[in-house]
């Protein structure tokens, strides 16, 4: 019903950037908010950052201030800005959106899109 094609991943050295992107698609009647998650090897997966559907944000302590959250409402799209990347950003990087498909509201996920940071 709803799909999440994630793009933006890689490689990249420790002090640089990257900009992952994120499209929904399907039927649905609304996509509410829109977030990003991630997980390491051994690790669970965690929250990176999320965005409502009125621009309010909320982002992991550790990434506040080097990544910026934002989103395309009528394009359904969310992206985010990786700035100052350190190694420990190394993950998989899941995207999430919950979206109202006729009346229900549930969450779905992207396939994730790696990011590797290097020393």
């Known amino acids: 019903q709803v799909q999440l094609v994630e793009s933006g991943g890689g490689l990249v050295q420790a002090g640089g950037s990257l900009r992952l992107s994120c499209a929904a698609s399907?039927?649905?009647?609304?996509?509410?908010?829109m977030g990003w998650y991630r997980q390491a090897p051994g690790k669970q997966r965690e929250l990176v950052a999320a965005?409502?559907?009125?621009?309010?944000?909320n982002y992991a302590e550790s990434v506040k201030g080097r990544f910026t959250i934002s989103r395309d409402t009528a394009k359904n799209t969310v992206f985010l800005q990786m700035n100052s990347l350190k190694p420990e950003d190394t993950a998989v990087y899941y995207c999430?959106?919950?979206?109202?498909?006729?009346?229900?509201?549930?969450?779905?996920w992207g396939q994730g899109t790696q990011v590797t940071v290097s020393s």
């Open positions: 999430n959106a919950n979206a109202l498909v006729i009346v229900t509201s549930r969450d779905y």
């Open positions: 965005i409502t559907r009125g621009d309010n944000t």
């Open positions: 399907g039927s649905f009647f609304r996509i509410n908010a």
